[in-house]
């Protein structure tokens, strides 16, 4: 087979249509599907099924699509192993929740623009089991995701991960109650925090079930069960409840500070975010998603 074949494949189940593989290649749509027929010639499979105006893989050109994938990295390795002055090529698919995305990748983003323009980044903003739902069909070559240390989320068989880093997150309430908490002249740990606020409304995340998981863990431990009636996967939303009075919720600690909103340090169970970077198991030879996740192991 030819492997130049083998990457209009590629990119046509990456990317879902000719047209949109013609844009990443520099070709034309009659170039693509000419190249995918002799494919299929190649390897005596029916690889293509008309799907009302358009196409789509077959079960087993998807396969083949799978196959293509990890040869095609096989290809670039051997390549760079024999003239390791080469440069790492390709499009990688990175997906992952925002903060991820802005502190670790867009500065790798921007020195690989620089140094290996080669390497082309597409960015996908999901939340964790969004991400590692696209890692597991392909869709994603690279899952940036976060769990808690008090809701641990191990992504399961067939993933590699990467820790990236981690920071401590706190309960955000309106100021003047954080103050009559400070009045008291102790330091309550975070079952205590919770109590404080047992009767009043409470905010998780609407996209990701661990935060909720936190506030019903730790609320266990100050013998209430919190009355979830707002959830918002925006930390600026979640402070604009908070600061209207709707409620209180988890924040990073190191959120700047707005008047009226504190952030109570959680201690006694600490609670800490973890961030992860994700990949499938055996993918870690490609040079282009090798060279991202050097790059992030030199930054954290």
């Known amino acids: 087979m030819d492997t130049r074949r083998l990457q209009y494949l590629h990119e046509l189940a990456r990317l879902g249509s000719m047209r949109a593989v013609a844009d990443v290649l520099g070709t034309t749509t009659s170039t693509v599907s000419q190249q995918i027929a002799a494919l299929s010639r190649d390897t005596g499979t029916v690889l293509l099924e008309p799907v009302g105006r358009g196409v789509r893989l077959t079960a087993a050109g998807r396969r083949l699509a799978e196959h293509a994938r990890n040869i095609l990295a096989a290809v670039d390795a051997a390549r760079l192993d024999l003239d390791p002055c080469a440069e790492p090529s390709g499009t990688l698919r990175v997906g992952g929740f925002s903060t991820a995305i802005r502190k670790t990748l867009m500065p790798i983003i921007l020195e690989l623009a620089v140094r290996h323009p080669a390497v082309k980044i597409m960015v996908l903003e999901h939340e964790p089991a969004e991400a590692l739902s696209q890692l597991g069909l392909d869709d994603l070559d690279l899952a940036l995701t976060y769990d808690y ?71 266990s ?47 006694n169970p600490d609670l800490h975010l973890r961030a992860h970077a994700r990949i499938r198991a055996g993918r870690s030879a490609w040079p282009a998603l090798a060279l991202v996740l050097d790059r992030m192991r030199q930054n954290r």
Not at 162 to 172: A, I, Q, R, V
Not at 183 to 206: H, K, Q
Request: proline letters at 10%.
């Open 149 to 219: 240390n008090l809701a641990p989320d191990p992504p399961g068989p067939g993933i590699e991960t990467l820790e990236l880093w981690s920071t401590p997150w706190g309960l955000g309430v309106p100021s003047d109650a954080a103050a009559r908490i400070a009045a008291n002249g102790t330091v309550p740990d975070a079952a205590e925090v919770f109590g404080f606020f047992r009767d009043l409304d409470w905010i998780g995340n609407s996209r990701n079930g661990a935060d909720e998981t936190v506030l019903r863990l730790i609320s």
């Open 221 to 267: 431990m100050a013998g209430f069960q919190p009355a979830m009636h707002h959830q918002s996967d925006s930390l600026d939303l979640v402070e604009d409840l908070i600061l209207a009075g709707l409620g209180v919720g988890l924040l990073p600690a190191n959120r700047p500070h707005r008047p009226g909103l504190t952030i109570l340090p959680l201690h």
